[in-house]
């Protein structure tokens, strides 16, 4: 069966079943997808995107700190990575995976990617009724922490070139030397399943080296595919830098937010899972169990032609 999503995608969807989570920490289903619905309600799910896998990085302390929440993940792997695409397609493309999420159930859409934040969230926040939670840089905590003043960052151009790090930096950081570096391929091993090869780790030494160089004792990791690395960027950095993933603090807020909208799901229940790319989804299963420990179908979604004009 399939479903024409009008101005957005269309979705071809895969035979739904069930999976032995390999992870203690999940034993959900690919089930039934959650009701449509443009009105947040408490049964409601978690939309959660990214450009690809990075965004996992996210679900994953979602899915711990909110274990009843049905969850819907959206990965748009065939437009991955969003770091080089210009700014108004990565708009585009949010909006428009938004509002398929919205039309699957979501209640609340975490963008689960530095990049769409940087450039959609004010946008997004314009366009829809339900919350909207982003992704920005961990600035502030980065700053309170740091004992030499130096700290680096390391996300996407269109991080850097947002609105967003700049007015992070302005209010957090003032008394702070902030040490930038996009480090190109990263996210592309990442998506690739290369995670501590041997090259990566290679490619980190050169991409950090600057920093290191100038004394940073806090690296904040901004981008949502980075703490796929974490292992291996802290050998690299060694013990006298502290590496900040901003996760947990995403969770933290998509939590404080369904609160205080009324939209918690307080029912004694194990929450789903529900999973959907635009690119392959046998190679993006395979993924999913790699790197949250998750098995099952992945529905794939094909894009409509009127999302980019």
Same mark, same amino acid.
């Not at 490619?203 to 290191?212: G, N, S, V, Y």
């Given at each position: 069966?399939?479903?024409?999503?009008?101005?957005?995608?269309?979705?071809?969807?895969?035979?739904?079943?069930?999976?032995?989570?390999?992870?203690?920490?999940?034993?959900?289903?690919?089930?039934?997808?959650?009701?449509? &619905?443009? !009105?947040?309600?408490?049964?409601?799910? *978690?939309? #959660?995107?990214?450009?690809?896998?990075? %965004? =996992?990085?996210?679900?994953?302390?979602?899915?711990?700190?909110?274990?009843?929440?049905?969850?819907?993940?959206?990965?748009?792997?065939?437009?991955?990575?969003?770091?080089?695409?210009?700014?108004?397609?990565?708009?585009?493309?949010?909006?428009?995976?938004?509002?398929?999420?919205?039309?699957?159930?979501?209640?609340?859409?975490?963008?689960?990617c530095n990049t769409a934040s940087a450039v959609s969230l004010h946008h997004l926040r314009a366009t829809f009724q339900v919350p909207i939670v982003g992704m920005e840089p961990a600035i502030k905590p980065a700053a309170e922490r740091t004992e030499s003043k130096k700290i680096g960052v390391?996300?996407?151009?269109?991080?850097?070139?947002?609105?967003?790090?700049? &007015?992070? !930096?302005?209010?957090?950081?003032?008394? *702070?030397? #902030?040490?930038?570096?996009?480090?190109? %391929? =990263?996210?592309?091993?990442?998506?690739?399943?290369?995670?501590?090869?041997?090259?990566?780790?290679?490619?980190?030494?050169?991409?950090?080296?600057?920093?290191?160089?100038?004394?940073?004792?806090?690296?904040?990791?901004?981008?949502?595919?980075?703490?796929?690395?974490?292992?291996?960027?802290?050998?690299?950095?060694?013990?006298?830098?502290?590496?900040?993933?901003?996760?947990?603090?995403?969770?933290?807020?998509?939590?404080?937010?369904?609160?205080?909208?009324?939209?918690?799901?307080?029912?004694?229940?194990?929450?789903?899972?529900?999973?959907?790319?635009?690119?392959?989804?046998?190679?993006?299963?395979?993924?999913?169990?790699?790197?949250?420990?998750?098995?099952?179908?992945?529905?794939?979604?094909?894009?409509?032609?009127?999302?980019?004009?």
């Open positions: 069966m399939s479903i024409q999503v009008p101005g957005t995608f269309t979705e071809d969807f895969k035979a739904r079943t069930t999976f032995q989570s390999s992870s203690a920490l999940d034993k959900m289903a690919f089930s039934e997808v959650p009701g449509t &619905s443009t !009105v947040p309600n408490q049964q409601g799910a *978690v939309g #959660v995107f990214d450009s690809g896998v990075g %965004g =996992l990085s996210v679900m994953r302390e979602i899915a711990r700190q909110l274990p009843h929440e049905d969850i819907l993940y959206f990965a748009d792997s065939a437009n991955c990575p969003y770091g080089p695409r210009p700014l108004e397609e990565v708009r585009k493309l949010s909006e428009a995976i938004t509002a398929f999420l919205i039309q699957q159930g979501a209640k609340i859409v975490v963008v689960a390391i996300a996407t151009q269109a991080t850097f070139q947002g609105e967003l790090f700049a &007015s992070l !930096v302005e209010r957090f950081a003032v008394d *702070v030397d #902030v040490y930038t570096q996009v480090c190109p %391929g =990263l996210v592309e091993r990442v998506e690739a399943g290369l995670i501590e090869d041997v090259e990566t780790e290679d490619l980190l030494a050169d991409c950090l080296k600057p920093m290191l160089d100038a004394c940073i004792d806090s690296l904040v990791l901004g981008c949502t595919h980075y703490p796929f690395l974490r292992k291996t960027i802290e050998r690299v950095v060694g013990p006298g830098v502290t590496v900040i993933d901003p996760s947990q603090a995403v969770a933290r807020q998509t939590e404080r937010v369904l609160e205080k909208k009324g939209l918690a799901n307080r029912a004694n229940r194990v929450g789903k899972h529900f999973f959907y790319t635009s690119g392959d989804p046998k190679a993006f299963a395979e993924m999913v169990e790699r790197l949250i420990g998750e098995r099952g179908k992945v529905q794939q979604v094909r894009w409509g032609i009127e999302v980019m004009r």
